[in-house]
């Protein structure tokens, strides 16, 4: 992504976005339980719950990646 970077500290990374604003990812109720961000997050920071994923806001490291894979585009971008 062209307007934010990844800074890496302490072992975690966090992406920040031009103003500074930690740049996390959430999913809407649009999900349909596909698996496929799930099956590749690469920090695991995705769970089931319920009928849909969630992501846990602790464990993203704002990668991008599920956004990246969801069919619905169920997975946005949340400023934290």
């Known amino acids: 992504r062209m307007d934010s970077a990844c800074y890496f500290y302490a072992g975690t990374s966090s992406v ?3 103003g500074g604003v930690d740049m996390k990812y959430e ?3 649009e999900c349909v339980a596909c698996g496929r ?3 590749n997050c690469p ?3 995705i769970y089931p719950a319920r009928d849909q994923y ?3 806001p602790e ?3 704002g990668c991008g990646k599920c956004a990246s ?5 169920a997975i946005s971008e949340k400023k934290t």
């Not at 894979?69 to 585009?73: D, E, F, K």
């Open 37 to 39: 961000c799930f099956q």
């Open 59 to 61: 464990k993203c490291v």
């Open 43 to 45: 920090v695991g920071s």
């Open 16 to 18: 920040l976005s031009k």
């Open 27 to 29: 999913i809407s109720s």
């Open 54 to 56: 969630q992501i846990d």
């Open 69 to 73: 894979l969801c069919p619905l585009s």
